[in-house]
């Protein structure tokens, strides 16, 4: 009879932990009446825009992306638990990594906005974003570099993380 404890057999074993720690999904941002007002009338412009040009896939894709926006507002983030293991990484119950799926990692750090390690997947898989909330940068650093290399180029927040928190999406 199996162990209830094991773990599936689809799940790599990446060993003891070494550290964790928790972060939200998503980052929740306040939005003010005037930004959901400023919303409305470009979204308003935009499907007259459309309807003069006779671009009615875009007016669809714009209600669309209204309430995406409206149900994620809505939405409170889950928290996760991020962990380093000795043989790969971890988030939450679902995804676990081997160190041989990545490729590399960068820290961005400039407080109190922006405190995020990236992570770069072997293949076409996207760039992981976690929080990196109150751990100290310094001693991630130094961990995640006994494992994977650092990409010292890579002086910026991603693209979709900057323009996310620039208009609070």
Known sequence: ???????????????????????????????????????????????????????????????????????????????????IHERGISIGERMHHPWSDLNSFWIIYEPPQVKNLYLDFKGIRPDLTVQLQDQNPLEIRKLLSQYISEDLEKENESFSDGVSRMFKF
């Open 1 to 83: 009879m199996a162990d209830s404890t094991s773990r599936p057999t689809n799940q790599p074993d990446l060993g003891n932990a070494i550290t964790a720690w928790e972060f939200p999904e998503f980052i929740k941002y306040e939005r003010s009446r005037t930004w959901y007002i400023t919303a409305i009338i470009v979204g308003i412009l935009l499907i007259i825009f459309s309807i003069s040009t006779q671009n009615y896939l875009f007016i669809v894709l714009i209600l669309l992306f209204g309430l995406i926006i409206y149900l994620q507002g809505n939405r409170q983030p889950r928290m996760l638990t991020f962990t």
